[in-house]
């Protein structure tokens, strides 16, 4: 491929190889196919993207994405799930793997392992707890990953989840030490949601 010396490809090469799995090769072939297709390829993707920037939202209870002028799905009564994960691409991997229907929390991020735990940083846990106390919940299952920061920020919710009736789960140890939900493969995610136990609070 010969090289490009326009300025506004070179920067458009730039971006999209800064996408997952793309290296600057499929990067500039990527944005060849946009050229040689500008009114089929780029202008909807250039309207497509301004309404993404401009309309999709971080829900702030349960941290999904949503349309800024519509209800995001958490406000839905009928549900009797949680699943709480770490960020978005936990969620997808769940969902793709089509081991569980119910309602996902996204966090966000997990706590630090030693730091003061009061400080929340900005995680979505205490919209977590309201949610559960004013809906219909039977439970929650805590799908953070199995390392240190996972463990803690588990424990965590499970403690500020204490006064409330609701049955707390865990995923089941299946999942690698230190090991991320989103690099599991369907059937690991599988037995550990299958097997996953209660957590008992001390
Ligand atoms: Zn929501």
Request: aromatic share 4%; with cysteine.
């Amino acid at each position: 491929m010969t090289d490009i010396k326009v300025k506004e490809i070179e920067d458009l090469i730039k971006i999209i190889s800064k996408l997952p799995g793309l290296g600057s090769k499929s990067a500039k072939r990527i944005v060849l196919k946009l050229i040689n297709n500008r009114e089929e390829l780029i202008k909807p993707l250039t309207n497509t993207l301004a309404q993404v920037y401009k309309n999709v939202v971080r829900c702030k209870i349960c941290g999904n994405l949503k349309s800024a002028n519509s209800n995001c799905i958490c406000s839905s009564k009928k549900y009797d799930q949680i699943c709480v994960v770490e960020n978005l691409a936990d969620m997808f991997v769940i969902e793709s793997a089509g081991i569980y229907k119910g309602h996902y929390h996204i966090l966000g991020g997990t706590l630090p392992s030693f730091e003061n735990k009061s400080t929340e940083n900005g995680l979505l846990i205490e919209s977590l707890v309201n949610r559960v106390k004013k809906s219909s919940i039977k439970e929650v299952i805590l799908a953070t990953s199995a390392s240190i920061e996972g463990e803690t920020t588990s424990h965590y919710i499970a403690d500020s989840l204490k006064d409330t009736n609701v049955k707390i789960t865990r995923l089941a140890k299946g999942v690698p030490v230190g090991g991320e939900i989103e690099f599991l493969d369907d059937g690991t995610l599988y037995s550990a949601f299958k097997n996953r136990s209660s957590v008992v609070n001390d």
